[in-house]
């Protein structure tokens, strides 16, 4: 965050207003809940904070700088400290266990406070919360300033059993070392990358490889400011876990959090399917004929926020499919009647919990049916391989769960 221009010294004016704002209660908070990429059921919480200054709201954007430049920010972060866990307190007594953790933002400013630690574990003694009900989030820039002072800072907070989230991921050069180092438990993926991810290569290409690090790293992933329908399919299908937009929510008052989550607790339906079915080919493709069907397929996935693989051998395509249940019985409706492949034959379907292919819009491998007839230690030469695979719906998994240990 860049410090706005002083116009007529209107930050000086706001920044003695501000350094008052907390006696004068005009501090608040909004939610913004964190959904499962695939399900839509909330996950977690972001609490943002509100500035109701003579009535008017000012946004966090325009006053953070300028209570980070006077310091003021240290009071306002422990104020802040206190309301997520006070919210994280209402939710387990409203809801029990299963809540929705509370994240909230921490400023580099704070990091100096040598105390910072001790005064975070007396608040949360004083409240009653367990840390693991809360995620600090901490920007990405701000982590890479001061690096070993903040390390040791940040040591403290993992030893009180506080996770740590690197927010605006993606804007702050950290070094793949440092963040090795690290080990936040959560990536947030800022939102420059997002909006309108679904037209721009470039920023898909920068979220598949940050969710494939993620993944090898087992940190969750969360990608900010999904605003449509096309950003989610696309967000899914890379393998972000959560998610934090408008398209689900906007920041919400603690009352209409309370209320929209003792609507919609119960959990959702399982969002995950598969299916893999085999097809012969009606003409022989060449390589060119394979990559005009493999572009437009891998686009209309991509948005749809399907993934998978598929394989074709002696004009035989075998396919997976991983997404939403209803958008792939419709894509597999369209291929039983596209006149490119004849006698599709479902070989296997059901619900999973992680995609195998995560990152793939659709993976591509042309096999030698020789070979596999070796490993099947098949003898006859004319046996169809058609046949062959219809019999052996468990060899057609294995196959995908093989190439997906390799591919990732
Ligand atoms: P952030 O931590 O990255 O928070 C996410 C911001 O993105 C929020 O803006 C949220 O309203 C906005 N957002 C979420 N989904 C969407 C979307 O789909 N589209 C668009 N256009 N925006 C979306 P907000 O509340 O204005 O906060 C801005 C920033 O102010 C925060 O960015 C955070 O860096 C800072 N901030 C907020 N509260 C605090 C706080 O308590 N302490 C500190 N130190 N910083 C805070
Ligand atoms: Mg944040
Ligand atoms: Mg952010």
Known sequence: MTL???QFGENSEIAADLMQALAR?????????????????????????????????VGPDRFIPLAEASGCIVDIGYWVFEQACRVAVQLQEQFGEQTPYVALNLSSRQLDEADLAERLQQIMTSYGVRPERLLLEITESSLMTNLSQTRDMLAQLEALGLRLAVDDFGTGYSSLAQLVRLRPHTLKIDREFISGLNHCPESQQVVAAISRMARSLRLQVVAEGVETAEERGVVRAMGCGLIQGFLFHRPLSLADFLTLYGQVRAPAPQGLDFLIYISR??????????????QPARAFNLSQGLSGFLFYFDNIFIQYLEGEGQVLERLYQSIQGDPRHWDVQEMARGQIDQRLFAGWEMGFQTLEGRLLRTQLGLADADQDYHQLLQKNPALCCSLFEAISQTSL
């Open 4 to 6: 706005p221009v002083d």
């Open 25 to 57: 209660e005009e501090l608040d908070f909004r939610l913004q809940p964190i959904v499962a990429a695939e399900t839509g059921q909330i996950q977690g919480v972001e609490l943002l904070l509100r500035w109701s200054r003579a009535g008017t709201e």
């Open 281 to 294: 080919a009606a003409v022989s493709p060449d390589a060119a004929m394979l990559q005009a069907i493999l």
